[in-house]
């Protein structure tokens, strides 16, 4: 299993440009997310979704778009890039078991600087 | 709303010394459940441990052992005879039962001087 991969590992991009971060997981899982991590504040909630066809917003939404078409995948859109969104970005997928919570499995993150 | 607070922005410590990383939590839920990942200098997010809320017992790893106490809300990670090889940044995280959504702390900087 090639687990959680993200592409691509890093990206520059122009304000106002737009671009998508892909994320792949081959471990079946029905939940996937995606966090930004900035310095001193941790990792943050961006959009998750916990099936095919169903996404909602996390803690920081705005700017960002995703749709989940397959189990495996889960793009992360960015429409007008904002020197706001220069971060790392985690994408991360897990089971949906009700009785014994599972751990999820982290990518390995896509730097991303916005100029 | 859930939130998880580690004051330690950073910590040095002499290598082979022990070293505590504090973590308290705030959730209204009785279910909840816990978790400890490391960040080495590579950038990649390595799962440490889960414990869920109703299993107060500490448990221990090798080198790593982790103290959960309700009473307090803390979740504090002991790395006992550190190595450099422990030098990352631990975040401490916290998801409520029936919702995957993780809470992270801010994180901890640990440095092991050789």
């Known amino acids: 299993n090639a687990g959680v991969t993200q592409t691509p590992k890093f990206q520059v991009l122009k304000t106002g440009q737009s671009m998508t971060l892909q994320c792949a997981q081959d471990?079946?899982?029905?939940?996937m997310s995606w966090y930004r991590q900035d310095p001193g504040m941790g990792l943050r909630l961006i959009h998750y979704s916990v099936g095919a066809g169903i996404t909602d917003q996390g803690e920081v939404p705005n700017g960002y778009n995703v749709s989940r078409s397959t189990t495996e995948d889960f793009p992360l859109r960015l429409l007008s890039a904002a020197p706001s969104q220069t971060s790392v970005y985690f994408c991360?997928?897990?089971?949906?078991?009700?009785?014994?919570?599972?751990?999820?499995?982290f990518g390995p993150g896509t730097r991303l600087t916005v100029l | 709303a859930q939130k998880v607070t580690q004051a330690q922005t950073e910590i040095s410590v002499v290598e082979k010394e022990d070293v505590t990383l504090d973590c308290v939590y705030e959730t209204r839920d009785t279910t909840y459940y816990l978790f400890w990942y490391k960040q080495p200098p590579s950038g990649e997010l390595v799962f440490l441990i889960r414990r869920n809320s109703f299993d107060e017992q500490n448990e221990i790893s090798g080198r790593y052992s982790w103290n959960f106490q309700k009473s307090t809300s803390s979740f504090n990670f002991t790395i006992t005879a550190s190595q450099v090889v422990d030098s990352a940044v631990y975040f401490c995280?916290?998801?409520?039962?029936?919702?995957?959504?993780?809470?992270f702390g801010t994180g901890t900087r640990l440095t092991i001087i050789p």
């Open positions: 991360a997928s897990g089971e949906r078991d009700q009785s014994s919570y599972n751990e999820q499995f």
């Open positions: 471990m079946n899982h029905e939940y």
């Open positions: 995280a916290l998801s409520e039962f029936g919702n995957e959504k993780l809470t």
